[in-house]
């Protein structure tokens, strides 16, 4: 998946490898947790496809590689894409360790879950402030059709992950109240 991640973030233009990172943790990283340490050697791995390419530079004194996505790379990626949306495998670590809550007392489980909404919450707010950082953003009139085409599409990435943190935070505190608070009363 890092791959395609890099081939889609290149088709928006040239990148250093800092700057993939960069536009990865700003976008794919919500719902993708892509290693940082692998963009490296997926970037040589598209290279020995000839996906990508790249250039060095040097600016200010420093080398710079400067990557590129190929027409083939642009094959592939749309390639990609034509597959449509499969139905993905549902991962979360924290339903594993929930899993296991048994082995812990009372006390440390309530204060889990107490932290994991707060952080829920905390993550949600981060969430809005994104949102409206990017309704409120001025477009280039030269960027508007572009952005009109791709950004409806990653703004409902951002309004999932809106509604999943919701979701989860509300399951949460449901859980809480119907396990803890009742022994409070």
């Not at 549902?90 to 909404?117: M, N, P, Q, S």
């Not at 409902?156 to 608070?181: C, K, M, Q, V």
Request: hydrophobic residues 35%; glycine residues 8%; aromatic residues 12%.
């Amino acid at each position: 998946m890092q791959d395609k991640i890099i081939l889609g973030i290149l088709q928006y233009g040239d990148m250093t490898y800092y700057e993939i990172k960069k536009a990865i943790e700003k976008s794919t990283a919500l719902f993708y947790n892509a290693s940082m340490g692998s963009i490296h050697p997926a970037l040589k791995k598209l290279q020995s496809q000839a996906c990508v390419s790249a250039t060095d530079t040097v600016e200010n004194g420093r080398a710079k590689k400067i990557y590129r996505i190929t027409d083939k790379g642009r094959d592939c990626f749309a390639l990609w894409l034509s597959e449509g949306l499969p139905l993905g495998k549902f991962k979360d670590e924290t339903l594993v360790r929930l899993f296991f809550f048994g082995h812990l007392e009372d006390g440390e489980r309530e204060r889990y879950i107490a932290d994991h909404i707060a952080q829920l919450n905390s993550k949600i707010g981060m969430l809005e402030v994104l949102k409206g950082h990017i309704e409120d953003m001025d477009v280039p009139e030269n960027m508007e059709s572009h952005m009109e085409s791709h950004g409806r599409f990653q703004k409902a990435t951002l309004d999932f992950g809106l509604d999943y943190f919701r979701f989860a935070r509300d399951w949460y505190e449901n859980y809480h109240d119907r396990n803890f608070n009742r022994d409070k009363s």
